[in-house]
């Protein structure tokens, strides 16, 4: 199985697009961070369970450095 990114982009404007019609003209929170921060939690999470907890080899999952992973990890709470 591969990874549609067509269909994840779609999932992530569809949800931005939801949250600027909910608005109702109040200011916007700065939304990049909230993106970020709603997919890379479970994407972390997903990358260590697949990994059975191992970092490095859910780093190597991920495609970034193991240091890089934990400092993510802490930033989420996951460790």
């Given amino acids: 199985m591969t990874i549609n990114e067509n269909e994840i982009s779609l ?4 949800a931005i697009e939801a949250y ?4 109702d003209g109040e200011k916007p929170c700065p939304i990049y961070e ?3 921060r709603s997919v890379e939690k ?3 999470e997903i990358a260590m369970q697949h990994a ?3 970092q490095t080899k859910a780093a190597e ?3 970034i450095n193991r240091n890089t992973l934990r400092n993510r990890l ?3 709470q996951l460790k």
């Fill in 11 to 14: 999932c992530v404007r569809r």
């Fill in 20 to 23: 600027f019609s909910d608005l």
């Fill in 34 to 36: 909230i993106v970020i």
């Fill in 42 to 44: 479970p994407l972390i």
């Fill in 52 to 54: 059975q907890g191992n």
């Fill in 61 to 63: 999952l991920l495609g």
């Fill in 74 to 76: 802490t930033k989420h």
